[in-house]
């Protein structure tokens, strides 16, 4: 996705860059017999001030000048739409959608990057006219390939989380039955659904491991977000269940959608992206309300590599290996 064109012939694999203010995680994957192999993951602390030398320096010793990179958009600076595509030619269609969403953005759309991919056609329909709009601020869009090809890395491709979340669950054994993959970072989660590589339906959640996990171990916690739980302090087990209730309501709501509207069969079970911190009673309580197992994704299981990835590891470059999938044979569409 808005990808340039090459201009130079790169060395073998796709090598993902993932940053934001604070950190960085780099993932490097090359095409393997049976799954795709890392070469290279790690994660790395960026200090404010120096981002942009750190990041020459990371582009040196990694050679990043030599690969085709990849790099994912903050969550923040773009919206992720669902809507029927206008009856225009395939060339036309990126301008009529940008006057299409015009009302549904916060951003004029002169301000804006647009791309677009299909959503799945239901089971047993004609061919869906309905797609997937990406609407990117294109100053945070242009700033942050700045900052990277400024570094010397060779940006060639900018993507979305939700993409490199459905190409993690793409290597899962059950991905021919459909998938319910959530991650969760620090302040916000993303929930997908996809089957046979097809990215069916995602979520964003507003809350992350620093609401789950303080409640999940009996620490006090107090929410201030726009989840709609109630901005009090609360013991763990009354914490538990309002934050279990609200990740479980808007997988039900997902599942029920994905069920209805796509006419697929139920989804089993709960994949969890991989997490170093545990949360107690989490599969229980899915289990127990939505008759659904919960299983932490272990990315040695998904990926060859010389040595294992530690879980505190694969918690930090999760996105990465996701964006670095892009192109390779395991991508959904190659």
């Not at 951003?107 to 004609?126: C, M, N, Q, Y």
């Not at 400024?150 to 998938?179: F, M, P, T, W, Y």
């Not at 009090?232 to 934050?243: K, T, Y």
Request: aromatic fraction near 6%.
């Amino acid at each position: 996705m808005l990808g340039a064109l090459l201009k130079k012939q790169p060395l073998p694999g796709i090598c993902a860059i993932n940053f934001n203010a604070e950190s960085a995680s780099i993932a490097r994957i090359i095409a393997g017999d049976a799954k795709p192999v890392v070469d290279f993951c790690g994660f790395y602390s960026l200090d404010q001030p120096t981002i942009e030398h750190q990041l020459r320096q990371l582009a040196t010793t990694h050679q990043l000048n030599r690969y085709t990179c990849t790099t994912l958009m903050s969550r923040i600076d773009y919206q992720l739409l669902v809507m029927e595509a206008p009856a225009v030619p395939k060339n036309e269609l990126k301008d009529a959608l940008r006057w299409h969403i015009k009302d549904l953005i916060d951003e004029p759309v002169s301000d804006i990057t647009l791309d677009a991919f299909d959503v799945p056609t239901p089971r047993g329909a004609k061919k869906s006219n309905v797609v997937y709009v990406v609407a990117a601020k294109k100053e945070q869009l242009n700033n942050r390939s700045k900052i990277l090809q400024s570094a010397g890395i060779n940006l060639q491709i900018i993507d979305i989380k939700e993409l490199a979340q459905r190409n993690i669950a793409n290597l899962l054994s059950d991905n021919k039955n459909g998938v319910a993959l959530l991650s969760l970072d620090s302040t916000s989660g993303i929930l997908t659904l996809s089957r046979g590589g097809e990215l069916y339906l995602n979520r964003p959640l507003n809350l992350g491991l620093n609401q789950v996990v303080p409640a999940a171990t009996n620490a006090p916690t107090e929410i201030q977000n726009d989840t709609g739980l109630p901005e009090l302090n609360l013991d763990s087990e009354i914490a538990n269940s309002a934050i279990y209730d609200y990740i479980a309501l808007e997988l039900q709501r997902s599942l029920d959608y994905y069920e209805s509207n796509f006419r697929q069969p139920p989804i089993r079970t709960l994949h969890l992206a991989p997490i170093a911190r545990t949360l107690p009673g989490f599969p229980e309580y899915i289990k127990n309300n939505l008759n659904m197992n919960v299983e932490v994704v272990d990315l040695n299981n998904l990926f060859e590599s010389k040595t294992p990835i530690p879980v505190e590891t694969q918690e930090k470059v999760f996105f990465a290996l996701g964006a670095a999938l892009h192109g390779s044979d395991h991508e959904p569409g190659n």
